[in-house]
């Protein structure tokens, strides 16, 4: 954690807008909850600083480059990446981590809504949940495979369990890769970036 550095104003002194914003004014700048802030804080998403009684401050810099990179409507410019889960709590912190290695991502609930997103615009790279509901990974997989090729979209597969069949039928299954749930988030991202370098 860094702490936080006495308070500057931009050079405009007729302005004079604060270089450092608090909670409740950076979640005013970048138009969402406070409580969406603090989540992309915790997840390092923005650069937070801290005061000496513990209070959040955000440079107005880096919410402005925040916002240039993902923010409402933007288009980011790093290559595509399609995450598909059933758990929007895994996708969210997916996402987060893969955004801010630079990769624009798209996710996906199911295999039917995963399979509509690559007919919609096609990634660079699928991250699949091997367990879904209705209509698992691995027959994602195959109905991609199908349609586009095999190979032609690498598919680096997830599951909730470490299983060894599983990791075999992935590689099997013409995959990019595995890893089993019970991973950090580390691990899937640097296999991510493996197969898609940056």
Do not use: C, N
Request: without cysteine; aromatic residues 8%; hydrophobic residues 35%.
């Amino acid at each position: 954690m860094d702490s936080f550095p006495p308070v500057s104003y931009r050079e405009d002194p007729s302005r004079r807008e604060p270089e450092w914003l608090t909670l409740g004014q950076a979640a005013k700048f970048l138009g969402v909850a406070q409580s969406t802030i603090r989540k992309w804080s915790d997840h390092g998403r923005i650069p937070t600083f801290y005061t000496p009684g513990r209070h959040r401050r955000y440079r107005r810099g880096d919410l402005e480059t925040f916002l240039v990179r993902s923010g409402p409507g933007r288009t980011q410019g790093g290559p595509p990446v399609l995450v598909v889960d059933d758990d929007a709590g895994m996708r969210e912190l997916v996402r987060l981590q893969l955004e801010r290695e630079g990769y624009s991502v798209q996710e996906a609930s199911s295999a039917a809504e995963g399979l509509a997103s690559i007919e919609a615009r096609k990634p660079d790279l699928v991250l699949l949940d091997v367990m879904m509901p209705h209509t698992d990974g691995w027959e994602m997989l195959r109905q991609m495979q199908e349609r586009y090729g095999v190979g032609s979209i690498p598919v680096l597969m997830f599951s909730g369990q470490v299983d060894e069949a599983d990791e075999r039928q992935a590689s099997s299954s013409g995959a990019s890769g595995f890893v089993g749930k019970g991973f950090d988030l580390d691990q899937l991202v640097d296999q991510a970036k493996a197969i898609l370098p940056l």
